[in-house]
């Protein structure tokens, strides 16, 4: 017969609870310590190899400008940060200071590389508006806002420790719900404004074009941005899920900063090469990010 402070299976229930406590927190630390940075890493060098073409002729045919600038740093500020990651995971240091460093290094690099993205899609969405300079301003003031907001929030609430007593030691991080939770909601918002505005030109163009809606939708690049908000629906959903802690160390807030970069980049080489290919007619629906300034008419 079971004692009153033991479990139905027998074993002691402060120890069972303390058991199954440290299995958790061991695989809150293997999964992003040991599985996330290389499953990113994979997933950097599909893609890369897959347009590998594409990249290097854009690279070495188009001409340097900001965008480009913008292009490079969202495109391979990545592969850092998955080094760092590696890194940290491979060769861990037993100096705080020094972990705590690679830590808001990796964070830093994080934030640039999706500001990176985000302006690639601002740009984007500035273009489909005609180049609508109050519109531009609006959105880079309110991508700035909430860049800054998530540095602020990031940097003021991670939680740094290392570790070498437990099953797996080395540099570990760790956010509150709150700082886990903001972030993705800015953003989340950020981007909700961006497909609606985008959705705004799609219905206007629809309706003076006549042509089938999925085409429209293609030409204006929605599934881009609906990816993208999608990632953030879910880092902003999850959480409130009563199921959250069992599922916290696979919420894909890991892999938004990649495929944002890769989604960002993705749909300005296909832009780019698009706009090679066109007729004067069609510029207005296939421009070219990378060759935007203010001496521009094709717009």
């Not at 640039?112 to 180049?131: D, G, P, Q």
């Amino acid at each position: 017969m079971a004692s009153p402070v033991s479990g139905l299976d027998g074993f002691p229930t402060h120890l069972r609870r303390r058991t199954d406590d440290v299995d958790g927190d061991i695989l809150n630390r293997f999964i992003p310590t040991y599985f996330c940075p290389p499953l990113n890493l994979f997933i950097q060098i599909y893609d890369y190899i897959c347009s590998l073409h594409e990249e290097w002729t854009f690279l070495l045919w188009s001409r340097w400008t900001k965008v480009k600038v913008l292009y490079i740093i969202a495109r391979y500020v990545p592969f850092l940060i998955t080094t760092v990651h590696l890194y940290l995971a491979v060769a861990p240091d037993e100096n705080t200071n020094k972990c705590q460093i690679l830590v808001y290094i990796i964070t830093s690099l994080g934030l640039i590389s999706l500001t990176c993205s985000e302006c690639l899609f601002v740009l984007r969405t500035y273009a489909l508006w005609n180049k609508s300079k109050i519109l531009l301003v609006a959105m880079l003031s309110s991508l700035f806002a909430v860049t800054v907001s998530s540095f602020i929030i990031s940097f003021t609430s991670i939680i740094i420790s290392y570790s070498t007593g437990s099953a797996i030691p080395g540099c570990h991080q760790s956010f509150g719900s709150f700082s886990f939770f903001m972030p993705f909601t800015l953003m989340f918002v950020f981007q909700l404004v961006l497909v609606s505005l985008t959705l705004v030109r799609v219905i206007r163009s629809w309706r003076s074009a006549r042509r089938p809606l999925y085409a429209i939708l293609l030409k204006h690049n929605i599934f881009y941005y609906a990816c993208g908000l999608f990632l953030s629906a879910v880092n902003v959903l999850v959480p409130l899920l009563p199921f959250f802690d069992s599922v916290s160390y696979f919420l894909p807030e890991g892999f938004e900063t990649f495929i944002l970069a890769i989604l960002a980049t993705r749909m300005h080489l296909h832009l780019w090469h698009m706009n090679q290919h066109v007729d004067g007619s069609d510029t207005i629906v296939w421009i070219s990010m990378s060759d935007m300034s203010p001496a521009d008419r094709t717009v």
